[in-house]
């Protein structure tokens, strides 16, 4: 059964935005940290960006200052603002928690920065 579902990716050119949005499952999504995660081609994934319950952030070094994630807890929905886009940040993104193990994973939304 489908747990999460991620959309928003698209083609960019560097420095401009894009907003992804993940819809979850409000049993997992109301009550654990959410996150965001990337996997670029070759690459393994990697933790992009964390959300508390409360709204408590935290940020991979790469995307400080230029991404920005939040919740709608009463919507089950999580977003990740993308500003001031580069060509590293080209990935498949995905969302999932990191406190429940043995999960699936969504299908990711496609992100490509390039001029």
């Known amino acids: 059964q489908v747990q999460f579902v991620e959309s928003g990716g698209g083609l960019v050119q560097p420095g401009g935005s894009l907003r992804l949005s993940c819809a979850a499952s409000?049993?997992?999504?109301?009550?654990?940290?959410m996150g965001w995660y990337r996997q670029a081609p070759g690459k393994q994934r990697e933790l992009v960006a964390l959300?508390?319950?409360?709204?408590?952030?935290t940020y991979a070094d790469s995307v400080k200052g230029r991404f920005t994630i939040s919740r709608d807890n009463a919507k089950t929905t999580m977003y990740l603002q993308m500003n001031s886009l580069k060509p590293e940040d080209t990935a498949v993104y995905y969302c999932?928690?990191?406190?429940?193990?043995?999960?699936?994973w969504g299908q990711g939304t496609q992100v490509t920065v390039s001029s």
């Open positions: 999932n928690t990191p406190e429940i193990t043995g999960g699936s």
């Open positions: 409000g049993s997992i999504f109301r009550l654990h940290v």
């Open positions: 959300i508390t319950t409360v709204g408590i952030t």
